[in-house]
């Protein structure tokens, strides 16, 4: 009979040789993980291992401070400590005094040791001159019983006495010695202990939540100890090297605001960025969370800047916007600066947004549209700045600017995206007519605050446009095939964006944009680093960070990824001009006022007093786009160069109200969206047939891609 083995699964993983049989292995080690990780997000098993650690570090850190005890008690150490901290801190008179103390302390320790050696010399006829002596006094004693006792025995009766009690000594110490032995290490541990639990040796964490020091000032010492416990060996032994124990690494340690702050100086061989990548470690090691510290990279080689602050300082509210407590208050573009809230000093922060492109970012639901509408609430005091308002998020945040806005587009659809669309294209060819203007005036100085104020033709124009990554992520395309959102040279959004980053500022069109969670699909590089000012709440990720904020500002320690989801609503980190910094720093953290939507109302209805009434679009006419590239090639036609100012005189004719201002710079700019630039022929610049079938030509590349 034959007999047929079936092999089920495990027996094939079992098998040697076997795939299945190689990755046994790795299974374990994974399930181990498994196993390991969900041991330690049991809260039983961290609080046996905080009292472990707790309790294992009494011991260790009590052998620690006896041994210190007993060191500084045997040498000269504490005095040679004493002596280098003075000479750090400059004291010179303690110094003196110091070295005196050693002095006297090496001379007195120099002749007790002399005395010793002496006393070794002269102990053999001590001891046979107390061992005569002491025999005379037992003798004379036993003459003394033997004569009253009428008994010459008695003599050798203080003798024995002497030997019975040397025998029941003896026989005590060998009962006691051997538990006394056994007893010994256990009784020297609990000592050990004991001392480690008064000086509470053990790490912070680790303490019972009643003997955790969360609140103590910041000292030198406490400083120096969070730098040399920070687990870089080159930082801990250069600290243990230097001759002022660390101390002069640090600068003075000064009160900043709800904090302090001092610079540290890095010995040679660590870099600042070990220390920015130790930042909670730090913290924790200064007894304080890790928002509570912050690092920043000052203009000196190998410093690091903290600002600590005082435990639980930042959950404190800072307070009511001076907009909503002063009912006086005005705003001017050119001269004034919005007061948008308070540094981690606790100064007051005041921005200038005179002709500045605005980036403010964040994740959802962190204030981002309230610390962007607290600037335009005060900007709205100033009624020669003209508002036009894009809120692709359509909740009435913005309600307020119905009837001071000029527009106010609100929703979230494809189609408000178009007419958000709308309205920053109007600006670009707004933005075109009033360069034609400022060419032709002949000033010299720009747009001055005279001229903004007097001429209505350069009022300051502010779009805003909040919710901006509805407006780049929209896939929905215009009557001409372009698509509104994206970041190619087809993206009417973008491209109008853009323009206005590249020019307007000098004749007074900005435009300011809000969006959520950064990416270079919901936000192109090309649009965010063409702001002046760029702020950011708190982000998920170092990468978002640098694309909010620019690399440069994250590198020297911005850091809104570390702020807390939740917990530090409308706190930004802002990098960029129009907002005041110390020399050198990139960035700065401002802890913003939060307005409410009824104040919000009440200050709107505050600026529409002072205003004449605004006729509030809500709806844009929606008009045929120009296809400016095909009039281009229209006037053109098959001639194979024409010159410039032909090209612009023909295009007037074909369009004026569309090409009255257009000029040989704006020609350029059409071509260099395409990659093309005019010739030149005897000197005159001239647009070239072959530059303009080119651009057409890799602008239906394009489209073709995108469709």
């Known amino acids: ?313 930042l959950d404190e509210p800072i307070g009511a916007s001076p907009l909503v407590l002063d009912q006086d208050a005005t705003a001017d573009y050119y001269t004034g600066s919005a007061p948008w809230g308070q540094n981690l000093r606790g100064d007051a922060v005041g921005v200038s947004v005179k002709q500045r492109h605005i980036l403010l970012t964040g994740l959802s639901n962190q204030g981002k549209t309230a610390a962007l509408r607290a600037l335009a609430l005060w900007l709205a005091l100033d009624e020669t700045v003209d508002f036009y308002i894009a809120d692709l998020k359509g909740v009435g945040d913005w309600r307020g600017f119905d009837g001071l806005a000029e527009v106010l587009i609100q929703g979230p659809t494809d189609e408000h995206v178009a007419q958000a669309t709308d309205m ?67 993206s009417r959004y973008f491209q109008a964006v853009k323009r206005i980053h590249d020019q307007g500022r000098a004749v007074n069109v900005t435009i300011w944009e809000g969006t959520q969670d950064p990416t270079d699909e919901n936000l192109p590089k090309r649009s965010r680093e063409g702001n002046h000012i760029r702020g950011s709440l708190v982000l998920g990720t170092e990468s978002q960070a640098k694309m909010a904020l620019g690399e440069a500002p994250v590198d020297a320690g911005a850091a809104p990824h570390k702020l807390r989801r939740g917990l530090d609503k409308g706190t930004l980190v802002v990098a960029g001009e129009g907002i005041p910094m110390e020399a050198g720093q990139a960035s700065v953290t401002v802890r913003t006022h939060f307005i409410s939507g009824e104040d919000a109302v009440t200050l709107t209805d505050r600026a529409k007093a002072r205003r004449a009434n605004v006729a509030t679009v809500h709806k844009l006419e929606v008009v045929q786009p120009v296809d400016h590239l095909a009039d281009l090639a229209a006037v053109v036609g098959r001639e194979s160069r024409v010159r410039t100012t032909e090209v612009i005189h023909r295009l007037k004719t074909r369009n004026h109200a569309v090409y009255e201002h257009w000029n040989g710079a704006r020609l350029k700019a059409l071509l260099a969206e395409y990659g093309e630039e005019p010739g030149t022929l005897d000197g005159y610049p001239v647009v070239k047939l072959e530059s303009v079938e080119r651009a057409l030509e890799r602008r239906a590349e394009e489209l073709a891609e995108v469709q």
């Open 1 to 313: 009979m034959t007999v047929t083995m079936i092999k089920t699964p495990q027996d094939a993983e079992d098998a040697p040789g076997t795939e299945a049989s190689s990755t046994r292995p790795e299974r374990r080690r994974a399930r181990y993980r498994r196993i390991a990780r969900a041991a330690l997000q049991d809260e039983r098993v961290r609080t046996a291992g905080r009292l472990t650690v707790r309790h294992g570090a009494y011991v260790l850190g009590g052998t620690r401070v006896v041994g210190r005890r007993i060191w500084d008690g045997r040498t000269a150490s504490r005095y040679e400590r004493m002596i280098r901290a003075a000479e750090a801190a400059g004291l010179l008179e303690e110094v003196k005094e110091w070295e005196a103390r050693g002095q006297n302390y090496r001379a007195a320790r120099h002749r007790r040791r002399m005395e010793l050696l002496q006393f070794a010399l002269n102990a053999p006829k001590a001891i046979g001159a107390g061992a005569v002596g002491g025999a005379g006094i037992l003798l004379l004693i036993g003459i003394l019983l033997a004569w009253a006792n009428h008994d010459i025995t008695d003599v050798a009766a203080p003798f024995e006495t002497v030997a019975d009690l040397v025998r029941w000594v003896s026989i005590i110490v060998g009962v006691i010695w051997g538990p006394a032995l056994a007893l010994a290490p256990w009784i020297g541990l609990a000592a050990v202990w004991a001392i480690g639990q008064h000086r509470h040796t053990a790490p912070q964490w680790a303490l019972p939540v009643s003997a955790r020091d969360l609140g103590a000032p910041i000292t030198a010492s406490i400083v120096v100890v969070a730098f040399r416990d920070l687990g870089i060996s080159a930082l801990r032994k250069a600290i243990d090297d230097m001759g002022d124990v660390g101390a002069g690494m640090l600068s003075p340690i000064a009160i900043a605001g709800c904090g302090v702050e001092v610079d540290v100086h890095l010995p040679s061989g660590v870099s600042t960025e070990e220390i920015q990548n130790k930042r909670r470690k730090l913290a924790e090691n200064l007894n304080r969370h890790e928002h509570e510290v912050f690092i920043t990279i000052p203009p000196q080689p190998r410093t690091v800047r903290l600002w600590i602050a005082d435990s639980g300082a």
């Open 424 to 490: 920053v294209e109007w600006a670009v060819d707004e933005m075109q007519k009033r360069i034609a203007l400022l060419e032709e005036s002949g000033a010299t100085d720009g747009v001055t605050r005279e001229m903004a104020r007097t001429d209505k033709r350069f009022r300051p124009v502010v779009l805003i446009v909040d919710e901006a990554q509805v407006a780049y992520g929209c896939g929905a395309k215009s009557p001409d095939g372009r698509p509104y959102g994206g970041s190619k040279a087809t």
